[in-house]
């Protein structure tokens, strides 16, 4: 869905490189100086990254975003989970260092999510993207249908998900969506109400910033409900 809804909005400008392994964590298998698997040699990071080059060269083009959907296998150890926030930030500042202009959408954990080390994995996922708020965004995964409340990846999430995400890929790479307009009234013996009930989907920078009303009686207002 993530394609089809991007595709919809600006047609033939997407490739999209999928890459992931079950039950891997942030800690040791993806954390750049880490290893996958743990009595082999090289690691997640590099995994991924030799991946999505080979994708850049095949299709010449250029990493611009990344969705990041994990922590799942952080959050059962209470170690690991509270060591997230730092290897977070190392895991992207490594990122940055080979793509400087990639940005990140972050599937934040569901609350639904019952383990015990879940509100730190939340925690850090909000830190980080509080730390980034030009290159990094937040889909709450509270916002995605669940199948089960401890796991993220079923496919009825996944499509749910990439329908949630494709609005902050738009946004953070400065792609506008456009404002849909709407207004609504309620008539009074004398007067009126009036209300805009617009829809904005450009969630970090929005298009709607003001509005001015004119009423034809030469009477005007500025308010969003006048």
């Known amino acids: 869905s993530l394609g089809h809804d991007l595709n919809d909005f600006y047609p033939g400008r997407w490739v999209i490189v999928k890459y992931g392994v079950g039950g891997t964590d942030l800690d040791l298998q993806w954390k750049p100086t880490g290893t996958y698997p743990a009595a082999g040699s090289g690691n997640m990071f590099n995994l991924a990254l030799n991946w999505v080059f080979a994708a850049e060269r095949a299709s010449r083009s250029r990493l611009s975003v990344i969705i ?3 922590g799942e296998s952080d959050a059962l150890d209470a170690g690991k989970a509270a060591a997230y926030a730092t290897n977070l930030e190392a895991f992207f500042q490594a990122i940055w260092a080979l793509r400087p202009t990639v940005k990140v959408v972050i599937v934040r954990m569901s609350t639904l ?3 015990a080390n879940a509100p730190a994995i939340r925690s850090a996922q909000d830190t980080f993207a509080a730390a980034h708020p030009t ?8 916002e995605v249908p669940v199948d089960s409340p401890s796991t993220q990846g079923h496919q009825t999430q996944m499509y749910s ?23 609504e009234f309620q008539a009074k013996t004398l007067a ?27 009477a005007t207002a500025s308010t969003q409900n006048p």
């Not at 290159?135 to 509270?142: E, F, I, K, S």
């Not at 609005?167 to 207004?183: D, E, H, Q, S, T």
């Not at 989907?201 to 009303?213: A, D, M, R």
């Open 68 to 70: 990041w959907n994990q």
């Open 113 to 115: 999510n019952t383990m």
């Open 135 to 142: 290159n990094v965004a937040l889909v709450r995964h509270d």
């Open 161 to 183: 998900l990439g329908t949630n995400a494709y609005p902050y890929v738009l946004n953070l790479l400065g792609l506008r969506l456009p404002a849909v307009p709407r207004f």
């Open 192 to 218: 009126s109400d009036f209300f805009d009930v617009s829809t904005d989907p450009h969630v970090i920078n929005p298009g709607i910033v003001g509005w001015c009303w004119g009423f034809g009686d030469g």
